[in-house]
């Protein structure tokens, strides 16, 4: 190992992403661990945004996380990116000010030319409708990532007779990655019926999956929760939900139940809102 070349051990560590530079930067190994070392001094984690609401073009853009600065991919390209990393994906319907728009065309072309540089992420996450044009850009959810993050509201439809059949209709990102994504660890979404989604939770058990359903206390979706109770003693943890004006009572709480196959856990804050998160054993 003593003789292993410095070209050698920096190629090696430019493939891995920030958080496997840990194991390397502690080896006995001086080359190793002072390689290691400058890897993550250097590293920058990015996300990539593309934007496209009804009516309006295209917006694409790069931001350095925990910062609020964007460069297009153009900019971002250009600024030396040896040791730069894009780590999330978010595809969403607003808008950014003071950002260039594109056409579709042009979309499509930036949005390849950023592809080679999509191969390690965290987390990908889809707020956008996946119809109509925005088909042509299924290659850059349809990938390999950690955490999946689908928040997307329906188009205008004719509804069916239930909430399973519309929840069918749009969870094509969410079944694509249940099926497609050797990565994924989490998945992320509203708060569904458990009837909704119950074809998809065998996946779910197969591959050892967190599922966080995050919501906003109401009616509602307390009925919705509630129907994911199962074998959880819950009956006198939820709180009161009298109107949207009001918080709930009480304001915060905690509940949590496993059992040999399963995991779940209940929070809510009036502040922060509610989630439930199952992980499968």
Known sequence: MDDVPFLFVNAVLHCLNSESLSAPRLLAHPLW?????????????????????????????????????????????????????????????????????RTFEEALNCAHRMVPYLNNLRQITVTMHLDGENRSLDFLWKRPCHTFASFRLPL????????????????????????????????CTWIHPYNAVRYLLPLCAEKRLTWKFSFTLKASTLNSLKTWQGDAPWDDIYPEVRNSREPPQPEEGRAFFEDEHIQKEFVWRSDRGASLTITWK
């Open 33 to 101: 661990s002072s390689v290691a070392e400058e890897h993550h001094g250097k590293r920058k984690d990015y996300v990539f945004s593309v934007r496209h609401t009804f009516g309006k073009a295209f917006q694409f853009y790069v931001e350095k996380t925990g910062e609020d600065q964007y460069f297009t991919p153009e900019e971002w390209l250009r600024s030396g990116i040896s040791y730069s990393r894009i780590r999330n994906i978010i595809l969403c319907s607003s808008y950014q000010r003071d950002l260039p728009f």
């Open 156 to 187: 205008k439809v004719p509804l069916p007779r239930s909430r399973a059949a519309l929840y069918i209709l749009y969870d094509r990102d969410v079944r694509w990655n249940l099926d497609n994504n050797d990565q994924l660890r989490t998945v």
